[in-house]
T-cell receptor
């Protein structure tokens, strides 16, 4: 079974600075996908970024980028130029590419932006 | 694109009554829909997986007779909490899978959630 671990329950960053959220996962498969979802106070889950395991290139979406280390089973999220609107719970998630469509979520990291 | 709606956003009901929550994919046809439950300050817990025209697959420990799921079309799934009790009070979230292109796996897009309070 897949597991996803987020070891940082809470993080804080000064506005305009850069912060990195950690995520590790465990899977026996070689083909899978990884996601970062954001849940602001409205509780709407928003897709931030996705990474295909077969791609070596790290995914980027504007100020959001990942550091995907497949051998180490690590998938960290870097947020550059942090903004007040980035304050939220961030969940790392894994999904297999072999027919099981279930997302496995981490426990989340609460990110606070300091003005 | 990939917008999922959920209705109602907030519902209060008396113990013993049933509550229906709707989940709709507004601008795409979903291959699969999912229902989650989220307790305060916790992650999402998958309750069931739903495919159009077939019975839902429930996770271990989820009572299928209490949480009835109907997936009437490729854009609509409903969750009915039957004979609700205070312990069923929670935040319920649905998601819909958008099939990826070129063999890419589906990505789940989430509805805004429904806060259920059972008195």
């Amino acid at each position: 079974a897949q597991t996803v671990t987020q070891s940082q329950p809470e993080m804080s960053v000064q506005e305009a600075e850069t912060v990195t959220l950690s995520c590790t996962y465990d899977t026996s498969e070689s083909d899978y996908y990884l996601f970062w979802y954001k849940q602001p106070p409205s509780r709407q889950m928003i897709l931030v970024i996705r990474q295909e395991a077969y791609k070596q290139q790290n995914a980027t979406e504007n100020r959001f980028s990942v550091n995907f280390q497949k051998a180490a089973k690590s998938f960290s999220l870097k947020i550059s130029d942090s903004q007040l609107g980035d304050a939220a719970m961030y969940f790392c998630a894994h999904i297999s590419n072999f027919g099981n469509e279930k997302l496995t979520f981490g426990t989340g990291t609460r990110l606070t932006i300091i003005p | 694109g990939a917008v999922v709606s959920q209705h109602p956003s907030w519902v209060i009901c008396k113990s013993g009554t049933s509550v229906k929550i709707e989940c709709r994919s507004l601008d795409f046809q979903a291959t699969t829909m999912f229902w989650y439950r989220q307790f305060p300050k916790q992650s999402l817990m998958l309750m069931a997986t739903s495919n159009e025209g077939s019975k839902a697959t429930y996770e271990q420990g989820v009572e299928k007779d209490k949480f009835l799921i109907n997936h009437a079309s490729l854009t609509l799934s409903t969750l009915t909490v039957t004979s609700a009790h205070p312990e069923d009070s929670s935040f319920y979230i649905c998601s819909a899978s958008l099939r990826g292109r070129g063999g890419m796996t589906d990505t789940q897009y989430f509805g805004p959630g429904t806060r259920l309070t059972v008195l």
